[in-house]
């Protein structure tokens, strides 16, 4: 069954001032699919989001996000990307319910809040101030927030950063459910391999501003000779060893 491509990168590149955080990069993801953008700190995972959000006017290439351009029709691919940043921010002062309502003003269809936030397991808590909620608690109002407008993309920037391991798992849980109910086409970045491979459909693999290699993430290994899982072929990618 062949699958729509719900994003496409061509020869994107990024420069500031110089320096190239994104060097002629194509991707393809896939309607339906959770993607993996793994890489070292600083190898422009943020700044694909960025351009991918309409934030970040590409240097040269080309971002189409379900067919519009992702920089020329920013208000159009808004509608149906949601962008989960790895700095959440709320207002403190309000409840989860009051967060939730604040933006829910701000989308054509009145959003069902009472579901969603029972979907992300915060229902008991949905009328106690943001301010007391511990750091896992608000990446999953965050994760609720991203459902508000009923997203076909939602885009997740290093989303298990700070988390202790049991918080990561209903990370992963509560994702791969989003996925599969809603069929939501997720992409997933992060620098630390373990979080992506049990989850992610494919991996693509990013140095400098680039995908080294990309693909299924049980194949990945076996169509690469010297090495014995993924682990070690990320890490010659990163160490600059790979051939």
């Not at 008991?124 to 007391?132: P, R």
């Not at 407008?149 to 939602?154: L, S």
């Not at 950063?161 to 990370?171: M, V």
Request: proline residues 3%; charged residues 30%; negative net charge.
């Amino acid at each position: 069954m062949i699958k729509l491509t719900t994003v496409e990168i061509q020869d994107l590149s990024k420069s500031y001032d110089g320096y190239e955080a994104i060097q002629n990069l194509n991707m393809e993801i896939h309607e339906g699919e959770i993607y993996g953008l793994l890489g070292p700190n600083g190898a422009g995972k943020t700044t694909i989001f960025q351009t991918m959000m309409g934030q970040l006017k590409p240097t040269s290439g080309e971002v189409r996000i379900l067919g519009e351009d992702a920089f020329k029709d920013t208000f159009e691919v808004s509608r149906e990307v949601a962008f989960l940043p790895a700095d959440i921010r709320f207002y403190d002062n309000l409840t989860a319910r009051q967060n939730m309502e604040y933006l829910g003003k701000l989308v054509e269809e009145e959003p069902d809040i009472d579901r969603l936030l029972e979907l992300v397991n915060l229902q008991d808590v949905a009328d106690k101030k943001v301010s007391g909620f511990s750091h896992g608690m608000q990446k999953r109002l965050g994760i609720a927030q991203t459902l508000i407008k009923d997203p076909e993309i939602i885009l997740f920037d290093e989303p298990t950063s700070g988390l202790d391991p049991e918080r990561k798992e209903e990370f992963k849980d509560l994702v791969k459910r989003i996925n599969r109910e809603d069929g939501v086409t997720m992409i997933i970045s992060s620098h630390i391999l373990h979080e992506l491979e049990d989850i992610c459909d494919r991996i693509g693999i990013l140095k400098d501003g680039n995908i080294e290699i990309s693909g299924d993430t049980e194949d990945l290994v076996h169509k690469h000779t010297g090495v014995s899982n993924l682990e070690e072929l990320y890490l010659e990618i990163t160490r600059g060893e790979y051939r």
